[in-house]
C-alpha cells in the first residue's frame, strides 16, 4: 500500500505544479500583452468610439424634436383612445390609451387621472395591457440596439 500513497503523492504534487506553472504563464503574457503599445492604443481608441457613442444615444434622448414628437404622439394616442372608447370598441381604446402611457413621461400621474375619469371595466382592461405593452416595447428596443450594433 506505501506504493500507492507514493504515487498519488507524486500525481498530486505533478498537479500543483502544473497548476502553478499555467498560472505564471497566464500572468507572464497577460503582462506583456498589457504592455503593448498596440494594444493599449487599441484599448483606448476602443473605449473612446464606446463613449461617443453612449454620448451619441443621450442626445438623442433628449433631443427636443424628438421631445415634441413624442408629445404629439401622446396626444394623438389619448385622442385616439378615447374616440375608440367612445365608439364602445373598449380593446381598441386601451391600446391607444396604453401606447399614451409608454410615451409619457409621468406615467403614474396618468394613471391616476384614468382612473378617475375611465369606466372601471375600462381601467382593469387597460392594467391588465400595461405588462404586455411594455414587453412588446423592450422587445422592440432590443430588436433595434440590435440592428443599431449590425451596422457598426
Not at 80 to 101: C, D, I, P
Not at 102 to 109: A, D
Amino acid at each position: 500500500m506505501p506504493c500507492v500513497r507514493t504515487v498519488l503523492g507524486l500525481l498530486g504534487a505533478l498537479a500543483v505544479c502544473g497548476a502553478v506553472a499555467f498560472l505564471g504563464y497566464c500572468v507572464y503574457f497577460d503582462r506583456k500583452r498589457r504592455g503593448d503599445p498596440v494594444f493599449r492604443r487599441r484599448l483606448r481608441d476602443k473605449r473612446r468610439a464606446q463613449q461617443q457613442k453612449a454620448e451619441g444615444r443621450g442626445a438623442q434622448l433628449w433631443d427636443p424634436a424628438k421631445n415634441e414628437e413624442l408629445q404629439e404622439l401622446f396626444l394623438q394616442e389619448v385622442q385616439m383612445g378615447q374616440l375608440w372608447l367612445s365608439r364602445g370598441e373598449h380593446h381598441l381604446g386601451v391600446e391607444h390609451l396604453s401606447n399614451a402611457l409608454l410615451v409619457c413621461g409621468q406615467p403614474q400621474e396618468l394613471l391616476k387621472v384614468f382612473k378617475h375619469t375611465l369606466p372601471p371595466q375600462v381601467f382593469e382592461l387597460l392594467l391588465h395591457e400595461i405588462p404586455l405593452i411594455c414587453q412588446q416595447f423592450e422587445a422592440d428596443m432590443n430588436e433595434q440596439e440590435y440592428l443599431e450594433d449590425d451596422r457598426d
